[in-house]
Structures are given as C-alpha cells and as structure tokens.
C-alpha cells in the first residue's frame, strides 16, 4: 500500500512540474514575424532539386568488425552464399527443418536431371498471335455483314 503512494504522489508531482513548463513556455512572447515581400509573378523563386534518400537498413554498430579489405567478385562468388543468421534460422524452422528442404531441394533437383523432366522455374516464352485461316475470315466477314457490315477484313 505504501508503495501505491509513493507512485501516486510521484505522478502528481510530475503532472505539476510539467503544467508549470507549459505556462512559462505560454508566458514567453514570440516576437512578431514580419511577412516576406510580395513578389510579382515573373519574380517567383523556386527550390533548387531534393533528393529522399533511403535510410540503411542495419541499425549503426559501433562495435560491428568491418573488414577493410574489399574483394573483387571472381568465379567462386556465384556459388558462395552466405551463411544464415540466427534469426534466418529460427524464422525457417531451425537447423533440422533447413537441412531437410535443402535436402528436398536437391533430389527434386536430381529427380529432373534423371528423368529429363522440365525445370522447376521456367522462362515464359511468348506465344504468337492467333491467325484466321481463309475460311474463319470468310465466315466473320459473312457473320458481320447479316448484322448490319462490318469494315472489310484485311485479306492475305
């Protein structure tokens, strides 16, 4: 109970500390600011360019080792991957769960290979536009004229 007190008393005291910065903060005067002249409309100044630019997305560590060489990509870089970080790991199931689905992962991969089967992520190839034969044309062309003509159809 003693210590509900202590809280209460402690927020009061607060509440007071900061009304009394409020009315001296209100008391100050602001002195008057004049207006900027009027400009005429060939007189008009504009902002010179802005750039947003994105923040970092790690955090600044001080005391994060930063190696000074910097290494030139070469053949290995294409195969070499990062370990993961804890977080990478705990958020994918753990040690045992990545290890199963790289598992999976290479016999789907091996599984393909043997049978000739066709890759699990293709390339979209773009099919041509469809064409009318003579005949399909001959029919629009009579279906469009028995419904009040249509332009004629560019021919072959």
């Known amino acids: 109970m003693a210590l509900r007190g202590y809280q209460g008393a402690a ?3 607060g509440l007071l500390l900061a009304a009394a910065a409020q009315s001296q903060q209100a008391g100050a ?5 004049e207006p900027p002249p009027a400009t005429t409309q060939g007189d008009v100044t504009t902002l ?7 923040p970092d997305d790690e955090p600044l560590d001080l005391y ?4 000074p060489v910097q290494v030139q990509p070469n053949r290995f870089s294409r195969t070499w991957s990062e ?15 990545m290890g199963i689905n790289k598992g999976l992962a290479a ?4 599984v393909n290979k043997l049978t000739g089967g066709p890759d ?8 041509p536009p469809p064409e009318l034969t003579d005949e399909e044309r001959r029919r629009a062309q009579e279906v469009c004229m028995q419904q009040g003509g249509c332009p004629a159809l560019p021919g072959r």
């Open 11 to 13: 927020l009061l005291t």
């Open 29 to 33: 005067v602001a002195d008057p600011v």
């Open 48 to 54: 010179g360019e802005v750039r947003a630019l994105k």
């Open 64 to 67: 994060r080792f930063k190696n």
């Open 83 to 97: 370990p993961p970080s804890p977080e990478q790991v705990s958020m994918s199931g753990g040690y045992l769960m």
């Open 107 to 110: 016999a789907a991969q091996g």
């Open 120 to 127: 699990q992520i293709q390339s979209a190839t773009a099919r």
